[in-house]
């Protein structure tokens, strides 16, 4: 524990004057189990266009204000929970989805709420964080829209597999994410099958679930206890990873793919599975992305 990575903070993104109880505990929780500072990160931006002077000084003075309050309530929220925690917290000047990717730099994984927008809103709202922060911080990002089913026995993380690189690190995380919670861990793999198959059902099935078996074999070592079980899906990605992880602790999907997916970047599926799945969604960016 005494190199640099072991201080690499687990940062959680306030983007709301109240803190979710539900996603500060989470990412107290996971801070503990990676015996990781949590730092504690609320973006303060510059007043609007047409503010000037006393203004200007006065809202950005005013937005540290209340930044600073709902920093020390997630703060608390998380020492009650786990009184040994290192926390630390900060307002800091610019753009939420811009400071956060800034942030996951030099952290092992940033943690962000859900406000549950519509596709339309987070693709035009200027306060949308979500889709901005999956597709460009540099280490896993989680996105707690609704909490780990942690009744459900025994517990299982599902994790997206298309053979790619990218989903290679999301398996990578969801097997260490598994261990921690003593979990089993579910790879699933979606086909869309094309109109006109090249060769016949029967033989295309075989060789997915060779791939599958293929693109996880390896991942474990490190987890002999995660227990491993492969299923080929067919259907939509989206709707079929987010039935799959109805009950999941969390479902783990690489950021982009290479056609695994029938064609569909893997960087479309973390943003369907805000909408739909109902438990944590966690997006690994590629290797070169966060070298660990």
Do not use: N
Not at 27 to 33: G, H, I, L, P, T
Not at 42 to 65: C, I, M, N
Not at 165 to 188: K, N, P, T, W, Y
Request: overall charge neutral; glycine content about 8%; aromatic content about 4%.
């Amino acid at each position: 524990m005494g190199s640099a990575a072991a201080h690499r903070p687990i940062v959680l993104g306030i983007d709301a004057p109240a803190p979710a109880p539900m996603t500060v505990a989470w990412a107290a929780d996971e801070a503990a189990r990676w015996d990781r500072p949590l730092r504690l990160v609320r973006a303060v931006s510059p007043p609007p266009y047409g503010f000037t002077g006393a203004d200007w000084v006065g809202s950005l003075k005013e937005q540290h204000r209340e930044g600073g309050v709902a920093v020390d309530r997630a703060a608390l929220l998380a020492r009650e929970r786990h009184p040994g925690l290192e926390v630390t917290g900060e307002t800091v000047e610019g753009v939420t989805d811009q400071v956060l990717c800034e942030e996951s730099r030099r952290a092992d994984l940033v943690v962000v709420g859900s406000r549950r927008l519509s596709h339309a809103e987070e693709w035009l709202s200027a306060s949308s964080v979500t889709v901005p922060l999956s597709a460009q911080a540099h280490c896993p990002l989680v996105v707690v829209g609704a909490p780990e089913h942690s009744t459900q026995q025994p517990p299982y993380v599902v994790v997206g597999v298309d053979g790619s690189r990218s989903s290679a690190a999301a398996v990578d995380f969801a097997f260490d994410l598994a261990a921690r919670r003593g979990a089993e861990l579910r790879a699933v793999w979606v086909w869309r099958p094309p109109l006109i198959l090249p060769t016949d059902r029967a033989t295309a099935v075989q060789t997915l679930r060779r791939q599958l078996s293929e693109a996880t074999a390896g991942h474990g070592d490190a987890q002999p206890d995660v227990r491993l079980t492969h299923d080929l899906l067919v259907g939509h990605p989206v709707e079929q990873l987010a039935a799959a992880s109805a009950h999941a602790l969390a479902v783990v999907v690489g950021r982009r793919g290479h056609g695994g997916f029938t064609g569909m970047r893997l960087g479309s599926v973390p943003h369907g599975l805000l909408h739909h799945a109902r438990c944590p969604v966690v997006t690994v960016p590629p290797p070169a992305d966060h070298p660990r």
